[in-house]
């Protein structure tokens, strides 16, 4: 049986990025509903490696949540970039720029069970957790939302509905078109110890193979991205972990020591991939259900962080009577297209640029390196695109 439900604002997905969406409406004083696919808590022990940018940390301090998640975060003030097999390399440093740091690392569930614990002070947010969308159409007074709870069927109509539910982004919505590609490299993420301490240094470096980043992540620790072809990936998800670590140290290289420890591996598929547009009548897409990149420059979840927040303060801005149409649909995807469509282009010309070995382009690229590192305008730009998105 189905059960007919209104909503002036449903969120569908709670993680992190629908989760601070809805945080931010509530401190505008707009209630939201919220469904979540997973149980409560399934993401508090989930400990993937975040990186957030400086602008993410900010609307965690807007939000009242940075204070208590600062604790279980690692800095970074220096990113270290790098091609192998040059000597161009640019540093970038937090003290050059004003900043307390470049970013931080912070987990998975750490971020989700402060958001979470958040949203538990707050009566206006109505969470449904083990709650799957199975359908969403936009619609002229509203979109229709078609999800399952506590295996009963649901429908509803919400005046404004938000889809963040990232990777398990619903296929097919009416208007909504999505172009992908597939990069056939896969990435390797595992958190992985050395004999020298990261001195909260994370290092991004290039190879032909594709890039490799070290993320400083708890005391000595650092998180592992190490990007490459499919194929190649799977075979060193097969080594053992002396085999692993023994490689791992041949393709970075000595600048931290001997590898020591690695825990588990982890691979998935890389891809760019976006929609077009992001928005249908009484339907916004944000985070990474509207816009997958690839890790190389850590800006993907920065940029869904972003898109949350700026369409929490477009919904305060905007009569409720007046959400989901064209006016604010519109509004919204000129006030984001800048952000997206430059957080994608950057991905790509990396990945593009520097994952390759064509004749003669090494060394371009290694003298690309060189002259950032006497640029300090062209850092001081590079660093706002990457805290702050196109307001930096």
């Known amino acids: 049986m189905s059960m007919a ?3 002036d604002l449903l969120i569908v997905g709670g993680g992190p990025v629908g989760a601070t969406l809805a945080l931010a409406l509530q401190y505008k004083g707009i209630d939201a509903t ?32 940075w204070s ?24 970038l440093k937090a003290e050059d720029h004003d900043q307390p740091a470049l970013g931080y690392v912070l987990s998975y569930g750490d971020l989700s ?6 949203i538990r002070q707050f009566p206006g947010i109505q969470v449904r957790y083990e709650a799957e969308a199975l359908a969403i159409k936009p619609g002229r007074e509203a979109a229709h939302v078609e999800y399952q709870y506590q295996a009963q069927a649901y429908s509803c109509n919400s005046r404004m509905t938000v889809l963040a539910d990232g990777g398990r982004s619903l296929a097919d919505i009416p208007g909504l078109e999505r172009e992908t590609k597939h990069y056939g490299h896969d990435a390797l993420v595992s958190k992985v110890s050395c004999e020298l301490p990261h001195d909260n240094i994370a290092y991004e470096r290039f190879t032909p193979a594709g890039p490799v980043a070290l993320l400083p992540n708890g005391t000595r620790d650092f998180s592992l991205v190490w990007t490459g072809k499919a194929e190649e990936v799977q075979a060193l998800l097969a080594l053992d972990d002396a085999a692993f670590l023994e490689a791992l140290h041949t393709h970075f290289g000595d600048r931290v020591g001997r590898f020591l420890t690695v825990g588990k591996r982890l691979s998935f598929p890389l891809k760019l991939s976006y929609l077009k547009p992001v928005t249908a009548p009484h339907l916004t897409v944000i985070g990474n259900a509207a816009q997958t990149m690839h890790p190389v420059a850590g800006q ?3 940029v869904g962080m972003r898109d949350a927040w700026e369409l929490a303060q477009l919904l305060a801005q905007t009569p409720s009577e007046e959400w989901g149409m064209d006016r604010m649909m519109q509004a919204y995807q000129a006030s984001r297209k800048a952000d997206t469509r430059g957080g994608l ?22 003298l690309g390196l060189g002259l950032l590192d006497m640029l300090p305008l062209a850092k001081q730009h590079l660093v706002s695109k990457m805290s702050f998105g196109p307001r930096g």
């Open 5 to 7: 439900m209104e909503h």
């Open 34 to 65: 919220v469904l979540e696919a997973r149980a409560h808590g399934a993401a508090h022990h989930d400990q993937r490696a975040l990186a957030l940018s400086y602008g993410s940390i900010l609307i965690l301090e807007r939000l009242g949540l």
């Open 68 to 91: 208590g998640l600062k604790p279980k975060a690692t800095a970074i003030n220096t990113i270290h970039v790098s091609q192998r097999g040059s000597l161009g390399r640019s540093l």
């Open 113 to 118: 069970a402060a958001l979470d614990d958040a």
């Open 300 to 302: 993907g979840f920065n």
């Open 345 to 366: 282009l950057f991905t790509d010309f990396l990945v593009n640029v520097f994952s390759n070995d064509i004749v003669g382009l090494r060394k371009i690229r290694s």
